[in-house]
C-alpha cells in the first residue's frame, strides 16, 4: 500500500504522470479536477455553483473536495492511491492526513513537481484531452499521432478545458501560490517532501517519480 500526492501548478503535468502510475504500478488515480468535472455535467445544484467557481479559476471549498475524497476513500479499493491535484489547501491536508489514519494508512510521499511560471503558459494553453478515455495530449510536446485522433481509444472527441486561457491561468497560479504552495513547507516539515524536475520530458520526470516511490517501503 503506497500512497502518494503529486503537487505542482496547474500544468506541471500531475495528470499525465498519474496515468503513467496507473498503467505502470497499478495504482488508483484520485483527480478533484475530473471529479468535479464530472459534478458539473451532472446538472446538479452543486455542479452549476462548482462549474462557475472553476471556469474562474477559483478554487472549490474545501469542504466540497474532502466530501468527494472521502466518498472515494470509502469505497474504492486499491493497493495504493495518487492523489492528483489534492490536496491544494492547509484545511484540505489536514483533512487527507485525517481520513488515510481513520482507515489505517498514510501519506508515502509528497512529489512536489517544480515548472516555472512561463513554462506553464505553454503547458495550458497547448493542452486537450481524449473526452472518452481521458489521454492527456499537447499540440507540440505530445500530439496525437494521427491528426484528431486519440492513440490509445481511436477516438475522435478530442477536448480544450474551458478555463485552459492565459485568463483563468493567471487567476490558478495566484490561487496556487496563496493557498497550495504552503503545502509545500507544510510536508517538507513531515519530512514527507521529494522535489523533482517537471520541465524535464515526460518519460525524464516519470523516472524522477518511480525513483522516489522505488526508495519507500
Ligand atoms: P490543473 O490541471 O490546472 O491543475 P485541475 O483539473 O486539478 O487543474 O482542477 C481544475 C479546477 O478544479 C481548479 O482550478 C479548481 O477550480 C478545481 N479544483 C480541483 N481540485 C481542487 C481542490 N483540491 N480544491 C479546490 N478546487 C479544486
Ligand atoms: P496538470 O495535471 O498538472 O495540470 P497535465 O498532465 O494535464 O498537467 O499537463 C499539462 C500539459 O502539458 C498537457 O498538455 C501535457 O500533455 C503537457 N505535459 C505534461 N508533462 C509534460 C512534460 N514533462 N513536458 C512537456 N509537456 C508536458
Ligand atoms: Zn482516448
Not at 180 to 194: A, E, K, M, V
Request: glycine share 10%; hydrophobic share 35%.
Amino acid at each position: 500500500m503506497l500512497n502518494i500526492i503529486l503537487l505542482g501548478p496547474p500544468g506541471a503535468g500531475k495528470g499525465t504522470q498519474a496515468r503513467k502510475l496507473v498503467e505502470e504500478r497499478g495504482m488508483v488515480q484520485l483527480s478533484t479536477g475530473d471529479m468535479l468535472r464530472a459534478a458539473r455535467t451532472s446538472g446538479t445544484e452543486m455542479g452549476k455553483k462548482v462549474a462557475e467557481v472553476m471556469d474562474k479559476g477559483q478554487l472549490v471549498t474545501d469542504e466540497i473536495v474532502i466530501g468527494l475524497i472521502e466518498e472515494q476513500l470509502k469505497t474504492v479499493k486499491a493497493n495504493g492511491f495518487i492523489f492528483d491535484g489534492f490536496p491544494r489547501t492547509l484545511p484540505q491536508a489536514d483533512a487527507l492526513g485525517r481520513l488515510l489514519a481513520r482507515n489505517g494508512q498514510k501519506l508515502n510521499a509528497v512529489v512536489e513537481m517544480r515548472v516555472d511560471d512561463e513554462a506553464l503558459v505553454a503547458r495550458i494553453t497547448g493542452r486537450y484531452t481524449c473526452g472518452e478515455c481521458g489521454e492527456v495530449y499537447h499540440d507540440t510536446t505530445k500530439p496525437t499521432k494521427v491528426d484528431g485522433t486519440c492513440d490509445e481509444c481511436g477516438s475522435t472527441n478530442l477536448k480544450r478545458r474551458a478555463d485552459d486561457n492565459e485568463d483563468s491561468l493567471r487567476t490558478r497560479l495566484m490561487e496556487y501560490y496563496k493557498k497550495t504552495s504552503p503545502l509545500i513547507g507544510y510536508y517538507y516539515h513531515q519530512g514527507d517532501l521529494f522535489p523533482i524536475d517537471g520541465l524535464a520530458e515526460i518519460d525524464k520526470v516519470s523516472s524522477q517519480i518511480n525513483g522516489v516511490i522505488d526508495h519507500q517501503n
